[in-house]
């Protein structure tokens, strides 16, 4: 199969042992993925620390962060990170910049009373910044006074921005300041074009979108393998992601009834699993990311599924 309509990755899963991280890295080069990107959960490794690791193992891969919470990183020194991992592999950084989950943000003193001017203050900074500018920003959060990165530490190839948002407002604003939307898992075409109305790009916009995903011969087989996957679908934080998909009154019922997250997730009928992840022989879920880029996705990020995470990387390829 040959990507054709936009570039297909895979997200560096991260609970992934120490041991396994470069070799996973090296796979997914070797295999032939458009992207690798790397998170950055709360308690889990760093992402821009996973990401140099990345680049500096691979040869090809495009490494995306995705995504740093901006409460957490003051926006200068974040450009410092970026402009260094974009110089040394120049045409291979993305990097997505977020508020963050409320709950971990909040447990670590860094949840803003504004996520949304939080956001409106330090992307265009950040921007500026990695472009070789000057940044003078008075603002809430953000406060720089003449601040700008070196001639020498200001990349050839300045990395897109992107911002991982949810809401409509602030898919709204990133249609405003980025390069691109970050959309988290589980993103249908519905969802797509639903974004896409709030988002409204006023030019070129990059829909990077994640999904939980495995390849099996056995269709039921993958089905099973992304059942533990979906686990947290039932909190309020989803809920934008399911309503465009009509069966959300019914999903959160469900979740009530369910004792706890993992009974919600086994009780789940086969055909919201089938929807909310990419799961089936390589030719559907091949047509199921076909589907994502004609909604307007230009990247579709795959996060392997099952406990063998490298063995899914490989069942994952073969929809490229």
């Given at each position: 199969?040959?990507?054709?309509?936009?570039?297909?990755?895979?997200?560096?899963?991260?609970?992934?042992?120490?041991?396994?991280?470069?070799?996973?890295?090296?796979?997914?080069?070797?295999?032939?993925?458009?992207?690798?990107?790397?998170?950055?959960?709360?308690?889990?490794?760093?992402?821009?620390?996973?990401?140099?690791?990345?680049?500096?193992?691979?040869?090809?891969?495009?490494?995306?962060?995705?995504?740093?919470?901006?409460?957490?990183?003051?926006?200068?020194?974040?450009?410092?990170?970026?402009?260094?991992?974009?110089?040394?592999?120049?045409?291979?950084?993305?990097?997505?910049?977020?508020?963050?989950?409320?709950?971990?943000?909040?447990?670590?003193?860094?949840?803003?009373?504004?996520?949304?001017?939080?956001?409106?203050?330090?992307?265009?900074?950040?921007?500026t910044l990695l472009s070789?500018?000057?940044?003078?920003?008075?603002?809430?959060?953000?406060?720089?006074?003449?601040?700008?990165?070196?001639?020498?530490?200001?990349?050839?190839?300045?990395?897109?921005?992107?911002?991982?948002?949810?809401?409509?407002?602030?898919?709204?604003?990133?249609?405003?300041?980025?390069?691109?939307?970050?959309?988290?898992?589980?993103?249908?075409?519905?969802?797509?074009?639903?974004?896409?109305?709030?988002?409204?790009?006023?030019?070129?916009?990059?829909?990077?979108?994640?999904?939980?995903?495995?390849?099996?011969?056995?269709?039921?087989?993958?089905?099973?393998?992304?059942?533990?996957a979906l686990q947290a679908?039932?909190?309020?934080?989803?809920?934008?992601?399911?309503?465009?998909?009509?069966?959300?009154?019914?999903?959160?019922?469900?979740?009530?009834?369910?004792?706890?997250?993992?009974?919600?997730?086994?009780?789940?009928?086969?055909?919201?699993?089938?929807?909310?992840?990419?799961?089936?022989?390589?030719?559907?879920?091949?047509?199921?990311?076909?589907?994502?880029?004609?909604?307007?996705?230009?990247?579709?990020?795959?996060?392997?599924?099952?406990?063998?995470?490298?063995?899914?990387?490989?069942?994952?390829?073969?929809?490229l």
């Amino acid at each position: 199969m040959t990507a054709t309509a936009g570039a297909i990755g895979v997200l560096l899963p991260c609970d992934l042992p120490a041991a396994e991280v470069i070799g996973f890295a090296r796979d997914a080069d070797a295999l032939g993925f458009d992207e690798l990107w790397v998170a950055e959960d709360l308690g889990h490794r760093g992402g821009l620390a996973q990401a140099a690791t990345a680049l500096a193992v691979t040869s090809r891969i495009r490494v995306g962060v995705g995504l740093l919470p901006a409460g957490a990183r003051n926006v200068a020194f974040a450009a410092m990170e970026a402009a260094t991992l974009a110089q040394l592999h120049p045409g291979r950084l993305d990097i997505a910049v977020g508020h963050g989950m409320p709950d971990w943000m909040r447990a670590a003193g860094a949840w803003p009373r504004s996520p949304l001017t939080l956001l409106r203050e330090y992307i265009p900074a950040l921007r500026t910044l990695l472009s070789g500018g000057t940044a003078d920003v008075d603002g809430r959060y953000v406060r720089l006074d003449g601040v700008r990165l070196a001639p020498t530490a200001v990349p050839d190839l300045v990395p897109d921005v992107f911002a991982g948002v949810r809401s409509p407002k602030s898919l709204a604003l990133s249609g405003e300041t980025a390069d691109g939307t970050l959309l988290a898992e589980p993103v249908t075409p519905p969802y797509v074009r639903e974004a896409l109305r709030s988002i409204a790009p006023r030019g070129p916009h990059r829909i990077t979108a994640y999904n939980v995903a495995a390849v099996a011969d056995d269709p039921g087989a993958a089905v099973a393998a992304v059942r533990p996957a979906l686990q947290a679908l039932g909190d309020a934080d989803w809920r934008p992601h399911i309503v465009p998909l009509g069966f959300h009154e019914e999903l959160a019922a469900l979740r009530a009834a369910s004792a706890d997250a993992r009974a919600f997730a086994e009780a789940m009928p086969a055909e919201w699993v089938e929807r909310l992840a990419l799961a089936g022989t390589p030719a559907h879920v091949r047509t199921r990311i076909d589907g994502l880029f004609a909604a307007g996705v230009t990247s579709a990020v795959l996060i392997p599924a099952g406990p063998d995470r490298r063995a899914a990387l490989a069942a994952l390829a073969r929809v490229l």
